[in-house]
Protein backbone atom coordinates (compact mmCIF):
# COMPACT_ATOMS: atom_id res chain seq x y z
CA UNK A 1 0.00 0.00 0.00
CA UNK A 2 1.27 4.07 -0.78
CA UNK A 3 -0.32 6.43 0.54
CA UNK A 4 0.59 10.10 0.03
CA UNK A 5 0.02 13.22 1.87
CA UNK A 6 1.50 16.45 1.60
CA UNK A 7 -0.92 18.26 -0.75
CA UNK A 8 -2.40 21.61 -0.44
CA UNK A 9 -3.68 24.58 -1.82
CA UNK A 10 -0.80 26.87 -1.82
CA UNK A 11 -0.22 30.39 -3.63
CA UNK A 12 1.93 30.56 -7.11
CA UNK A 13 5.92 30.66 -5.77
CA UNK A 14 5.16 28.81 -2.55
CA UNK A 15 6.26 25.55 -1.76
CA UNK A 16 5.01 22.10 -0.95
CA UNK A 17 6.46 18.81 -0.21
CA UNK A 18 4.46 15.56 -0.60
CA UNK A 19 5.73 12.44 0.89
CA UNK A 20 4.36 9.06 -0.08
CA UNK A 21 4.82 6.01 2.34
CA UNK A 22 4.55 2.39 1.25
CA UNK A 23 3.53 -0.26 3.84
CA UNK A 24 3.54 -4.33 3.19
CA UNK A 25 6.76 -3.96 1.61
CA UNK A 26 10.21 -2.40 1.26
CA UNK A 27 11.42 -0.01 -1.43
CA UNK A 28 15.14 -0.25 -1.01
CA UNK A 29 15.35 -2.08 -4.48
CA UNK A 30 12.61 -0.36 -6.25
CA UNK A 31 11.99 2.69 -8.80
CA UNK A 32 9.75 5.31 -7.35
CA UNK A 33 7.88 7.90 -9.52
CA UNK A 34 5.59 10.78 -8.73
CA UNK A 35 2.91 11.19 -11.28
CA UNK A 36 0.50 13.72 -11.86
CA UNK A 37 -3.01 14.18 -13.63
CA UNK A 38 -4.90 17.94 -14.14
CA UNK A 39 -8.63 17.77 -15.25
CA UNK A 40 -8.91 16.71 -18.53
CA UNK A 41 -5.34 16.29 -19.21
CA UNK A 42 -3.37 12.67 -19.04
CA UNK A 43 -1.14 11.41 -16.18
CA UNK A 44 2.28 12.58 -16.39
CA UNK A 45 5.69 11.44 -15.19
CA UNK A 46 6.94 14.15 -12.69
CA UNK A 47 9.72 12.99 -10.93
CA UNK A 48 11.34 9.63 -10.57
CA UNK A 49 14.58 8.09 -8.69
CA UNK A 50 15.42 4.64 -8.99
CA UNK A 51 17.39 2.45 -6.32
CA UNK A 52 20.87 3.64 -7.52
CA UNK A 53 19.80 6.51 -6.27
CA UNK A 54 19.47 8.25 -10.35
CA UNK A 55 16.77 10.43 -11.00
CA UNK A 56 14.52 11.96 -13.37
CA UNK A 57 12.54 14.91 -14.01
CA UNK A 58 10.37 16.26 -16.02
CA UNK A 59 11.65 19.51 -18.06
CA UNK A 60 8.57 22.01 -16.68
CA UNK A 61 9.87 20.53 -13.02
CA UNK A 62 13.80 20.80 -13.13
CA UNK A 63 15.48 23.03 -10.94
CA UNK A 64 12.01 23.31 -9.14
CA UNK A 65 11.03 20.12 -7.55
CA UNK A 66 13.47 17.26 -5.90
CA UNK A 67 12.78 14.17 -5.53
CA UNK A 68 14.46 11.87 -2.13
CA UNK A 69 14.29 9.04 -0.24
CA UNK A 70 14.58 7.81 2.70
CA UNK A 71 14.23 3.41 3.24
CA UNK A 72 15.05 3.49 7.07
CA UNK A 73 11.40 5.32 6.78
CA UNK A 74 10.25 3.43 4.13
CA UNK A 75 9.30 7.00 2.58
CA UNK A 76 9.80 9.09 -0.85
CA UNK A 77 9.57 12.79 -1.32
CA UNK A 78 8.54 15.21 -3.28
CA UNK A 79 9.74 18.96 -2.57
CA UNK A 80 8.24 21.35 -4.59
CA UNK A 81 9.27 25.09 -4.95
CA UNK A 82 8.31 28.10 -6.73
CA UNK A 83 5.19 26.05 -7.66
CA UNK A 84 3.12 27.45 -10.53
CA UNK A 85 -0.95 27.50 -11.71
CA UNK A 86 0.04 24.80 -14.14
CA UNK A 87 1.63 22.65 -11.22
CA UNK A 88 -1.83 22.01 -9.82
CA UNK A 89 -3.06 18.25 -10.60
CA UNK A 90 -3.76 15.38 -7.76
CA UNK A 91 0.11 13.99 -7.43
CA UNK A 92 0.31 10.05 -7.21
CA UNK A 93 3.37 7.80 -6.03
CA UNK A 94 3.87 4.68 -7.72
CA UNK A 95 5.94 1.77 -6.99
CA UNK A 96 8.25 -0.52 -10.22
CA UNK A 97 8.65 -2.97 -7.16
CA UNK A 98 12.28 -4.44 -7.89
CA UNK A 99 12.10 -2.93 -11.43
CA UNK A 100 14.19 0.15 -13.05
CA UNK A 101 12.21 1.61 -15.62
CA UNK A 102 10.48 4.75 -14.27
CA UNK A 103 7.37 4.11 -17.13
CA UNK A 104 3.71 4.91 -15.78
CA UNK A 105 3.16 1.42 -17.61
CA UNK A 106 6.06 -0.67 -15.28
CA UNK A 107 4.42 0.33 -12.38
CA UNK A 108 3.13 -1.97 -9.71
CA UNK A 109 1.82 -0.14 -7.17
CA UNK A 110 -0.21 3.27 -7.24
CA UNK A 111 -1.37 5.55 -4.15
CA UNK A 112 -4.74 7.27 -4.38
CA UNK A 113 -3.34 10.57 -4.97
CA UNK A 114 -3.18 14.10 -2.97
CA UNK A 115 -4.06 17.09 -4.46
CA UNK A 116 -2.25 20.46 -4.97
CA UNK A 117 -3.96 22.86 -5.79
CA UNK A 118 -1.32 26.46 -6.86
CA UNK A 119 -3.89 29.75 -6.92
CA UNK A 120 -3.67 33.06 -5.51
Known amino acids: QLVESGGGLVQPGGSLRLSCVASGFALNYSTIGWFRQAPGKEREGVSC???????YYLDSVKGRFTISRDNTKNTVYLQMNSLKPEDTAVYYCAVNYGGYSCSRYSMNYWGKGTLVTVSS
Open 49 to 55: IKSDGST
